[in-house]
């Protein structure tokens, strides 16, 4: 039920999923707004969470709601991943509360991966918005989780982790960045972890990290303003290129460009995860369309089938008691 | 002396805007290493902070560097308002210490311009790196000093100031955004402050408001994200551009290329702007060509000839005593 484009471009995109990817897709939702639904079970919700209701009240209120129902699912056991497009805090919500936090999670993080057309994987970017508020500890606990995904879901063998921060020099930020930064280098997220120091907004693009921590507030802001930055200046060549002038001559370029577009189009990198709850949550974009449904569905199935979530529990250093 | 081309294209530029700007431009370096200064007087000063220095450290113990000899220079009325490409931490402080703040400002800010190609004035950003830690009294006389700033540079009429988060609701952020929010909604940058709330990452170019107010870790992050996603698209359109097979069809592209290209370069924005010192600071950047300079130091002229700072020092509310 979640999304702009909810539920057409949804169902569509489940339908398709369910026929190419021979993968076992449920709908939840209310059964008489899901248009065709073709062969696909539908699970009844009788109740929406909407893209501008707020997140804890809704889960709270609306406990037949789509989300709220997918949610216990997973719990339950009578399905292995919920994907939604819809109300990103609401999406998280539901999953927290029904699946609940991973053994010794302090708090689930957002990871979202960041295309990077010079190599064959991305960089993964966490807390990219369920926590405005961080400790040192919960951005620890990020670079394990999101080494880990970064390893399971791009099988980089040994994912170098880096903190987002305004300078290289570990002086550098917030005393949340110092303390996390003394933390990593002191070896906090484990033998395992390959922390290679701080990082800053102009390198996300230099394929110095593949996984890049900070808190929910500052990786939400970096996260759209690098989407906000991109898609601006695509639509300004868009609108030079269909000039009549030029239009004919542009053509020749399209077979060159459409490369570096599609590498860059949030439609195809199949979502964001939610990492440190009890099970696979992926956080489609809100515009998504039919053919970021089947990723983001095919990238649920994927990683449940391979465990993602024991591995996170596994790669989690535990907290002090809180 | 400082700068990734200096001491060349800083002194080309210098001159440039001396002979062209009719604009009584000062040399502050060492004299033996400055190349053609052509007419300009040249200040002896036998330090440098370089770029990788501690600026602290550096400001402290290098007493008789260029910049901090610039700074005097300005506080002691021999200069009207000095410009560097040189390392921003160290210009900063210079101006800081040597200048000193506004009556009433509790710590300056670096104001950014960011280019917005779809009108004739950019939006301003601050602070875009000065103070990694803020209170919300800080980001009320960013506010103000930003608004300032808008209107003096760029004759904003009534300039409309934003708040940056995660979302545009009030109830968004980190408790420092919804305490700043709360106050600037309140009326606290005082009745001539048009504030229209929150924006996000994603509106940069969106042309939703003049001034973006923000702390100096998330202003610097997303400032480079913004600028290194820009150039990252550029370079990749530029080597896609260059291609044989495409030569052609790109030169009959450029003339209409080159006017985003130009409204996007730092170089053309004339750097920024130190508010809340007691002189006229402006910080080109680091890779600034002689184009940049001259940009740069006219803005630093006409702005100190136009009364930016007692403009600046009239614009902010006072503080509780510190």
Redesign the interface.
């Known amino acids: 039920m979640g999304g702009d484009k909810a539920p057409g471009e949804i169902v569509a995109g489940a339908r398709q999923a369910a026929e190419q990817g021979k993968i076992a897709v449920v709908l939840v939702g209310r059964p008489g707004e899901l248009g065709d639904t073709g062969d696909l079970p539908v699970m009844a919700a009788s109740e929406v969470i909407g893209m501008e209701d707020?997140p804890a009240h809704g889960v709270r209120r609306r406990k037949d709601s789509s989300l709220v129902r997918a949610a216990e699912a997973v719990r339950d056991g009578r399905a292995m991943a919920m994907v939604s497009a819809g109300n990103t805090g609401a999406t998280m919500a539901s999953a927290l509360l029904r699946m609940g936090r991973l053994p010794g999670v302090i708090r689930p993080a957002i990871a979202t991966p960041i295309p990077d057309?010079n190599r064959a994987w991305p960089t993964v970017l966490l807390d990219s918005?369920a926590n405005?508020?961080c400790s040192s500890q919960m951005l620890v606990q990020f670079a394990e989780m999101g080494a880990t995904y970064a390893h399971k879901r791009y099988g980089v063998e040994r994912p170098r982790v880096a903190l987002?921060s305004?300078g290289e020099e570990k002086?550098?930020?917030?005393?949340l960045?110092k303390e996390t930064h003394a933390l990593l280098a002191d070896g906090a997220g484990g033998a395992g972890l390959e922390f290679v120091g701080n990082v800053?907004?102009?390198?996300?693009?230099?394929g110095l990290a593949d996984v890049i921590v900070?808190d929910?507030?500052?990786g939400?802001?970096?996260?759209?303003?690098?989407?906000?930055?991109?898609?601006?200046?695509?639509g300004?060549?868009t609108e030079?290129?269909v000039?009549p002038e030029?239009r004919e001559?542009?053509e020749?370029?399209l077979p060159?460009?459409m490369p570096?577009a599609t590498a860059?189009d949030p439609e195809t990198t199949g979502g964001a995860m939610l990492l440190g709850v009890n099970g696979v949550c992926v956080i489609s974009h809100g515009s998504s369309t039919s053919v970021a449904v089947v990723n983001a569905i095919t990238v649920a199935h994927d990683l449940a089938v391979a465990g993602l979530v024991a591995d996170v529990a596994a790669s989690v250093s535990q907290a002090p008691a809180d």
């Not at 800053?200 to 230099?206: A, L, Q």
């Not at 939400?220 to 695509?234: D, I």
């Open positions: 707020d057309p918005g405005a508020e987002l305004i002086s550098k930020g917030t005393p960045v800053e907004g102009r390198d996300f693009f230099e900070t929910g507030f500052t939400n802001v970096a996260l759209k303003t690098l989407e906000g930055s991109l898609r601006f200046l695509m300004a060549l030079i290129l000039r030029v001559t542009a020749a370029l060159h460009l570096l860059l």
